[in-house]
């Protein structure tokens, strides 16, 4: 078995791999083009496109990561090679961190205490019960999901979404149009854990903006097609003139990293973090490609991406 990896940490990769699968041999990218000729598995993230069109007798690719997006728009990319994904693979607990800090933000007023401190302006603001705050989830895959039962279990109401209906403890769960507008409605603080396709593209336009309910926050470490960042500058407001919401905590945009002329990196209700919600752990991400490997191998039934959903 010939497996061929492309991401940052590749070595690393290459001699956990080579240590699991001793019969196997696994070389990176950078390896000469003779060598990578005639895989029979990719392990990649964000791979040269050439690296797909050499191969001739591909059993499978396996993205090195949750987001399929990049992969799937990769030119030549066969049809027949089933794709796999990474699954959760410790993400959903850092991702969860990252939408648990974002709703406390907001929960706690830290936004008003910044905002305070340049003028020694000390002044406490009242803590909601948090059954007022309901928080809405949109996308209840591998990592959504564990976010939303970790927000229901830091105490919030928790409000979800997906295309197709979902039964999670302690988490209300919605689906379709007139769920979405439903879940929006009631919504105080929004996570958007979505995947980047088609028909999630500005999912949150200023339509559905406007639908949150006025003073809502937004928190997108999902991927920033998600929400038409015009849209969402408007309904935040301009300068010190507060508009229907009240503040975003953004990890992913439409555009990365986020050019420094972009307006959203200077506006005052807005915190930027660079795409850092949920980097995948290594040691779980690499035990999770030797399932893969051994599940292709002995034909065992697998979860595979569906390009034409596009996750
Ligand atoms: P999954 O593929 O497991 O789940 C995707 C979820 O989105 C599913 O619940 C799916 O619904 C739902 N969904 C997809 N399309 C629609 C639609 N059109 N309408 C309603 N719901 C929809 O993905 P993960 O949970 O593993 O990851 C989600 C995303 O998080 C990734 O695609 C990636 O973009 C992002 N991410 C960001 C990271 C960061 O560091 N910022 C790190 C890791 C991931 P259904 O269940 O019905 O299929």
Redesign the pocket.
Known sequence: MKIVVHIDEAAQWQEALSEALPTATVVTSEAPADERKEADYLAIWKAPAHLIQEQTQLKGIINL?????YLLKTPGLPRDVPIV?L??AG?GEL?ADYALYGVMHFYRSMDHYAEQQPSAHWQPHAVPEKSQWPVGV???????RFVASALQQAGFPVLG????P?QISGVHCF?GDDGLNELLSQTQSLVT?????A??KHILNAERLAQLPKGASVIN???GSLIDEQALLNALGHGDQQGHLRGALL??FSEEPLPGNNPLWQHPRVIITP?????TPLNDAIDQVIAYLHAFETGEQLATVNPD?G?
């Not at 979404?161 to 197709?164: F, G």
């Not at 854990?193 to 396709?197: A, E, G, H, W």
């Not at 795409?275 to 980097?279: F, G, S």
């Open positions: 990561g949750a987001g399929v997006d994904k699954r959760d993400m991702m949109l996308g209840l895959g591998a990592i959504g979404w997906s295309r197709s979902k689906h854990i979505l995947p980047d396709t028909a999630t470490p999902g991927r990890d992913v795409h850092m919600a949920a980097p959903a996750y």
